[in-house]
């Protein structure tokens, strides 16, 4: 069984910073892409940026020059560096990891969801 245990969410003012954490645990033979995705109140849920197994990166225009996503394998966890927070980065804040695991071949797992809030 594979848990993924995301932290470090919270209520921030605009231009502030925060990390975000994301652990996978469990059985788990190997890790693919890992990500972290947004959604507003009102709205879908949105890709904020991802990174390869290799480590190559992409991110939303909207977070660009501005969120850092990192991995480190060894730990099985993807970080989210934000700095200069805005009010419209209010959101939940979820991890996704492509994962191998014993007996179900590749597959997506989710965080949990952790609430940023970024006030004006």
């Known amino acids: 069984q594979v848990h993924l245990v995301e932290s470090g969410g919270g209520l921030v003012q605009a231009g502030g910073s925060l990390r975000l954490s994301c652990a996978a645990s469990g059985s788990i033979f190997s890790i693919n892409a890992m990500g972290w995705y947004r959604q507003a109140p009102g709205k879908q849920r949105e890709l904020v940026a991802i990174?390869?197994?290799?480590?190559?990166?992409n991110y939303a225009n909207s977070v660009k020059g501005r969120f850092t996503i990192s991995r480190d394998n060894a730990k099985n966890t993807v970080y989210l560096q934000m700095n200069s927070l805005k009010p419209d980065d209010t959101a939940v804040y979820y991890c996704n990891i492509g994962l191998l695991v014993p007996g179900s071949g590749w597959s997506d797992y989710w965080g949990q969801g952790t609430q940023v809030t970024v006030s004006s």
């Open positions: 990174i390869a197994s290799g480590g190559s990166t």
